[in-house]
T-cell receptor, first 114, second 116 residues
Framework: NAGVTQTPKFQVLKTGQSMTLQCAQDMNHEYMSWYRQDPGMGLRLIHYSVGAGITDQGEVPNGYNVSRSTTEDFPLRLLSAAPSQTSVYFC?????????????FGNGTRLTVT | AQKITQTQPGMFVQEKEAVTLDCTYDTSDPSYGLFWYKQPSSGEMIFLIYQGSYDQQNATEGRYSLNFQKARKSANLVISASQLGDSAMYFCAMRESNFGNEKLTFGTGTRLTIIP
């Protein structure tokens, strides 16, 4: 069972560079989301999607883009990396009723922007 | 206003004792779900337990139980007979549907350390 797969596990970028964090799930989940985790701040929602072709902003969307062309994939794009985007990024998915469906998380991507 | 508040940044508990991790929430949506996650030092997020806003009984999963007090808007996690492997960060989260915009909001977490 692959579940939610995130790549890469680690990444170092220079300020101004762009990159895409990949996220794929094989559970046929409609709901997918991206979070960033910073010390003392818990997990904050960046973007989410309730199905293919539908995305919406979360709490901290600035500097990030997403798209959802398939049910399986939900990539997160950093357009011009900044040191403030140094963080651990988690992709998560879930299915069914929002009231009883826990999020399944990937193992995270640790991003450092210098 | 914070949606999810965890007031205990850190806790130290003796092995085999029970521990309660506090969580209060704020929502005007009558339908919502409350979740607890564990994050060990290895970094992965592990789902522990869930409580729905309409559930009449408190949720239980093995050594984990959720003390749900709807009127007080609290959803405390109780771990019975704590073990060394319970040392981790614990996050409370709330899932609500705000006019179709589904969001899961996390608290800032409690770092639990079990002392042998």
């Amino acid at each position: 069972n692959a579940g939610v797969t995130q790549t890469p596990k680690f990444q170092v970028l220079k300020t101004g560079q762009s990159m895409t964090l990949q996220c794929a799930q094989d559970m046929n989940h409609e709901y997918m989301s991206w979070y960033r985790q910073d010390p003392g701040m818990g997990l904050r929602l960046i973007h989410y999607s309730v199905g293919a072709g539908i995305t919406d902003q979360g709490e901290v969307p600035n500097g990030y883009n997403v798209s959802r062309s398939t049910t399986e994939d939900f990539p997160l794009r950093l357009l011009s990396a900044a040191p403030s985007q140094t963080s651990v990024y988690f992709c998560a998915s879930s299915s069914g009723d929002i009231y009883n469906s826990p999020l399944h998380f990937g193992n995270g991507t640790r991003l450092t922007v210098t | 206003a914070q949606k999810i508040t965890q007031t205990q940044p850190g806790m130290f508990v003796q092995e085999k004792e029970a521990v309660t991790l506090d969580c209060t929430y704020d929502t005007s949506d009558p339908s919502y779900g409350l979740f607890w996650y564990k994050q060990p030092s290895s970094g992965e997020m592990i789902f522990l337990i869930y409580q729905g806003s309409y559930d009449q009984q408190n949720a239980t999963e093995g050594r984990y139980s959720l003390n749900f007090q709807k009127a007080r808007k609290s959803a405390n996690l109780v771990i019975s007979a704590s073990q060394l492997g319970d040392s981790a960060m614990y996050f409370c989260a709330m899932r609500e549907s705000n006019f179709g915009n589904e969001k899961l909001t996390f608290g800032t977490g409690t770092r639990l350390t079990i002392i042998p």
